[in-house]
């Protein structure tokens, strides 16, 4: 990522970081210097990393057009976070294997809240402990009960705290993610299914 500005913009961040009224003839030197090592910096990066055009991507940011820190943390965070897509958790359907499937398929990332929380409590995480210590068993629709050889039930993320559960599937996709755009997130929104 290269950020850039235009001339007068790094003119007034330079009289603000020195604390003087204009840039000076030593201080438009030191500028103009910068800018030419930079500009050579960018473009020895740009040819370095063309050659893995489909695995990096160069982007640049004049941050003279920025309005605000907060507008460029988004602007960022729109750029680099995944797109999270919520899948409702049916046991009638075969969702963990069309979603699986769609994740193979269109590079995403495919993570299972019931799987993700039954994990870290069976292998006694520290997350696992922290879910078990929050754990607020609640009662499941009795329609709606079916086979259960996995145990979603009792690993549904509607018992534990929402905060820990969110900060485990955060870290699970920041562990599992590499350049997938998006997140197929199965069984987080199941409270339809309490009793």
């Known amino acids: 990522m290269f950020l850039t500005a235009d001339a007068a913009t790094v003119k007034d961040r330079w009289m603000k970081k020195n604390e003087a009224d204009e840039v000076g003839e030593e201080g438009l030197e030191a500028i103009n210097s910068d800018s030419a090592t930079n500009s050579a910096r960018r ?5 370095h990393f063309e050659q893995f055009a489909g695995r990096t991507t160069v982007m640049h940011l004049n941050t003279s057009t920025v309005s605000s820190l907060e507008s460029t ?11 999270v897509i919520l899948i409702n958790h049916q046991k009638s359907l075969g969702v963990d294997n069309t979603c699986a499937n769609l994740a193979i ?18 292998q006694k995480t ?10 607020r068993p609640r009662g ?6 079916v086979q259960d050889p ?39 929104c199941n409270s339809q299914k309490l009793s």
């Open 126 to 135: 520290a997350r696992g402990q922290q879910l078990i210590a929050n754990k």
């Open 73 to 83: 943390s988004k602007d960022l965070n729109n750029k680099f976070s995944p797109k």
């Open 150 to 188: 996995f145990q979603e039930a009792e690993y549904s993320p509607v018992h534990y705290d929402l905060q820990t559960v969110m900060q485990l599937l955060k870290e699970t996709v920041a562990e599992k993610k590499t350049n997938q755009k998006f997140v197929l997130l199965e069984g987080l």
């Open 105 to 122: 398929k269109y590079n995403m990332i495919f993570v299972s809240a019931y799987q993700v929380i039954k994990q870290n409590i069976t």
């Open 140 to 145: 499941i629709d009795s329609s709606l009960e």
């Open 43 to 47: 473009q020895a990066f740009t040819a």
